[in-house]
């Protein structure tokens, strides 16, 4: 089945520094999504990515989505201590319907 | 964008006994997800369900596990007899077209914890 992977699995930052995840699925995908979990919270949207090579930006958030559609990173520029959380990618495969599988996420803990 | 809201926030019961988790969107949707997360591990899918039916399923979703819409609003997730490895957090997640984007808000979730 479809496998969706993340790295790195955790990150630990200096406050101001740069942290990037990526995500990696072994099939392509018809778009991807990104999702933030706060320590205890649920995955919140932050964005999806459609097109191939597509990028989009958030404020300080960078997203991008790889020609071929099978990989996506998140990068996140002068990190400050609201940025901890747990990012997970989630794929949706190529004309299955609407299921996301999501990728194991990555930690990121910013240190002030 | 909609709220969503599930019941119980914390449900704690014995192996082998039946639960229900409720999941109640503000506005009506006929879409929803229910997923799984594990402490400390991913996000795991294991149904969508549309207008009455189930759309699509994971191998997780086995014959301990289903889905309804009793009243018309809310939706349900049933397990039959749990296991110790069903402890998790379980969260329904309502897709909605917004700007272009399929994006699903998730509710607050419901922690299961048995023993």
């Known amino acids: 089945g479809q496998q969706v992977m993340q790295i790195p699995q955790y990150q630990h930052v200096q406050e101001g520094e740069d942290f990037t995840t990526y995500c990696n699925s072994s099939t392509t995908l018809s778009n991807i999504q990104w999702y933030k979990q706060r320590p205890g919270g649920h995955p919140v949207f932050l964005i999806q990515?459609?097109?191939?090579?597509e990028v989009k930006k958030q404020k300080r958030l960078t997203f991008q989505f790889g020609e071929a559609k099978k990989n996506s990173s998140l990068h996140i520029t002068a990190t400050q201590t609201t940025d901890v959380g747990t990012y997970f990618c989630?794929?949706?495969?190529?004309?299955?319907?609407?299921?996301?599988?999501f990728g194991p996420g990555t930690r990121l803990s910013v240190l002030p | 964008e909609p709220e969503v809201t599930q019941t119980p926030s914390h449900q704690v019961t014995q192996m082998g006994q039946e639960v229900i988790l409720r999941c109640v969107p503000i506005s009506n949707h006929l879409y929803f997800y229910w997923y799984r997360q594990i402490l400390g591990q991913k996000v795991e899918f294991l149904v969508s369900?549309?207008?009455?039916?189930?759309?699509?399923k994971s191998e997780i979703f086995d014959d301990q596990f289903s889905v309804e819409r009793p009243d018309g609003s809310n939706f349900t997730l049933k397990i039959r007899s749990t296991k110790l490895e069903d402890s998790a957090m379980y969260f329904c997640a309502i897709p909605q077209l917004a700007g272009g984007s399929n994006e699903q808000f998730f509710g607050p979730g419901t922690r299961l914890t048995v023993l």
């Open positions: 990515l459609v097109k191939s090579g």
């Open positions: 369900f549309y207008n009455n039916e189930i759309s699509e």
């Open positions: 989630a794929g949706e495969r190529d004309n299955y319907g609407q299921n996301f599988v």
